[in-house]
């Protein structure tokens, strides 16, 4: 269960999120945007088969999910975790441009795309309520 | 010594029988004028005979080409007369050949216009004639005869000597023709025979007329065995015959060439059954009657798997550029660029943290602090991996001295180029002492490197040595295959020496002149 914070009140649910990039220093600088806004990082996944583990095991409500994963797309990623009952909202990023994908991003099921260089709580919130 | 039966000697009027014969037993045109002068000289008794012609490449002036004589006795003048030059109208030679018309001297001696009156005197001759040697294309040169005694004009026997010279002249202007034309086949044969393309000779219906010794050794044939064959059997491929055929069977019909003239690339067939590839050109030879073709073949393996080679080699520093850049793409994204994202949630952050918490937003901005740079510091790496700097300002020496610095196993520099060198030249030879360097440190054990480049007549030496466990392969890996072509496509050469337990020496030459 979770205090009520800016993050859950916008929410509307538990502010649970799960960060999947495979970039260790770039979640810890997420996890720390999303913290301190009145997010709860629930997981961190570092690949598309952790991101699924931990999706099924936590259920967040919000996935910041990075399109270049190791072992698959994101966007591969985002389409499975759509298919649940329930979905997450689902931001997608990446050092690269939303334009490099084309309109793959519509077509994913995700709220949105952010760059990583432009990530703040405000717009993360503003894509998933 | 006479050769004629006394009986024979002295008769004038059997002259031209006589000399006939004699120039038919000859082939030779030089024998065919020695044997006129003996025979007309024996017939008639006289002492002394010679003939003379225009000097070659001085057509205005007569030298004598061929004398006859008697006896020992005018064997001097012989030689006097083979010594003197002539000019038209001087002498008794020179007075024939200006006037066309035969003349007779009774007394050498009492006429003023005998340059070769003291030899005469010498040798006892008196009388002479001379007539000239006549054939249909003009005067070849003049015959003259001498005595020993006075003795006056005999107007028949110059007469008869004038239808002798005209004799003479036809048959050895033949002769010579004949010698010219034999000349002349010679030195074709002689073409053909060196040549060292293919010729092969084809006639309207397909059949070999000539196979010259090029086209031999090429197909694997004896032209013996194969004249009078059918071409198509013998060089064509089986599935290539109809065409072949067909297009030989049209022309022939229409006339109209459409393969004449011109080189074209075809298959060509050995005689084991083995197929190459042929560069080919036909033409048609100008002889009346039906037609007869030239082929005039090459055979381009060689040069074919140069140009495969070279095509190679091209797609390869295409992809090599192309990975390159991919390369790039990939370390700029993967480095720097993943820093300054993080440098840009530091900053974002440090700034929301400013008035609630200043101590965690100066933490931020230490840490901003340290991505910058780490940023900074990754993209100096990636443009000195992509051209560095010291090589553009300073040239090979500096920036060979800074690779032989960064080396993880000690390395040193024996001799670098002061001047500046092409562009292309230096940025080769920089890349090939950087991939030799790290090929050593990575596979070869080495505990000391070298590192030598040196400008030789206008040549780049460079030499990379390391003692270590030898036994590189030649072939290299990707990378060496890589600065292969690109020294290759600079027309330099390079070479791995690498025996094993002995060490590396990686050689590569670079010309550096326009």
């Known amino acids: ?129 | 010594m006479s050769t004629l039966p006394r009986t024979e000697r002295r008769r004038p009027h059997r002259l031209p029988r006589r000399v006939a014969r004699s120039l038919a037993e000859t082939a030779d045109p030089r024998d065919a004028l020695a044997g006129a002068l003996r025979v007309v000289g024996e017939s008639l008794g006289w002492q002394f005979g010679a003939v003379w012609e225009p000097a070659p490449g001085r057509p205005e002036v007569l030298h004598c080409v061929e004398t006859w004589q008697a006896n020992a006795a005018a064997h001097d003048f012989g030689l006097t007369s083979k010594s003197t030059l002539l000019a038209g109208g001087e002498g008794l030679p020179g007075r024939v050949w200006r006037d066309g018309e035969p003349a007779w001297i009774p007394d050498v001696l009492a006429n003023s216009n005998f340059p070769r009156g003291p030899a005469a005197r010498n040798a006892g001759l008196r009388a002479a004639f001379c007539f000239p040697i006549r054939s249909a294309g003009g005067m070849l040169g003049v015959m003259e005869f001498f005595t020993t005694n006075r003795r006056e004009l005999d107007s028949e026997l110059l007469a008869t000597m004038a239808t002798v010279g005209d004799q003479i002249g036809q048959v050895v202007e033949r002769r010579r023709d004949t010698e010219a034309l034999l000349a002349k086949e010679a030195r074709h044969k002689a073409m053909l025979g060196t040549s060292l393309d293919c010729v092969v000779m084809m006639d309207h219906e397909g059949r070999v007329v000539d196979f010259n010794p090029a086209a031999e050794r090429t197909f694997g044939y004896r032209a013996q065995d194969v004249v009078g064959r059918e071409m198509a059997e013998l060089i064509v491929p089986p599935e290539l015959r109809e065409r072949h055929r067909r297009g030989l069977s049209r022309y022939v019909a229409t006339e109209e060439p459409t393969v004449l003239d011109r080189r074209f690339e075809i298959t060509g067939m050995r005689a084991d059954g083995t197929t190459f590839p042929v560069e080919l050109a036909i033409t048609r030879i100008d002889l009346p009657g039906p037609p007869t073709f030239a082929g005039y073949l090459r055979d381009i393996t060689e040069r074919k798997a140069a140009e495969a080679d070279l095509r190679a080699s091209r797609v390869r520093i295409v992809e090599a550029a192309d990975d390159a850049r991919r390369r790039l793409e990939r370390d700029l994204h993967d480095g720097a660029q993943q820093r300054l994202v993080e440098l840009a949630m530091d900053l974002r952050l440090a700034r929301s943290r400013l008035d609630p918490d200043p101590a965690q937003a100066r933490e931020l901005l230490d840490s901003a602090l340290e991505d910058l740079a780490a940023a900074t510091a990754e993209l100096r790496e990636l443009a000195h991996g992509i051209h560095p700097a010291a090589l553009t300002e300073g040239g090979l020496r500096p920036a060979l001295e800074a690779l032989v610095a960064r080396c993880s196993v000690p390395a040193r520099l024996l001799d670098a180029p002061d001047e500046r060198l092409p562009a292309a030249v230096e940025a080769t030879a920089y890349f090939t002492v950087g991939e030799a360097l790290t090929n050593a440190v990575r596979h070869s054990e080495a505990s000391r490197l070298e590192v030598e480049a040196e400008l030789v007549e206008g040549r780049l030496r460079i030499k990379v040595r390391d003692d270590g466990r030898g036994g590189a392969d030649p072939a290299g890996g990707s990378g060496l295959r890589g600065l292969a072509d690109r020294i290759a496509a600079l027309d330099g050469h390079l070479e791995l020496e690498s025996a094993p337990g002995v060490g590396t020496v990686l050689r590569a030459e670079l010309p550096c002149g326009s």
């Open chain 1, 1 to 129: 269960m979770s205090v009520t914070r800016p993050g859950s009140i916008i929410l509307g649910v538990s502010g649970a999120v799960l960060i999947v990039d495979d970039n260790p220093r770039f979640r810890s600088r997420a996890r720390r945007c999303l913290e301190n806004a009145g997010y709860d990082v629930v997981a961190e996944a570092a690949d598309g088969a952790q991101a699924l583990e931990a999706a099924r095991r936590h259920r967040p409500a919000a996935v910041l999910l990075d399109i270049r994963l190791p072992d698959r797309s994101g966007l591969e990623v985002a389409e499975r975790l759509g298919g649940e009952s329930r979905p997450p909202a689902i931001v997608l990023t990446s050092t690269y441009d939303a334009a490099d994908f084309g309109d793959r991003v519509a077509r994913s099921g995700a709220r949105g795309f952010l760059p990583k260089a432009e990530l703040s709580y405000a717009r993360f919130a503003a894509l998933v309520s």
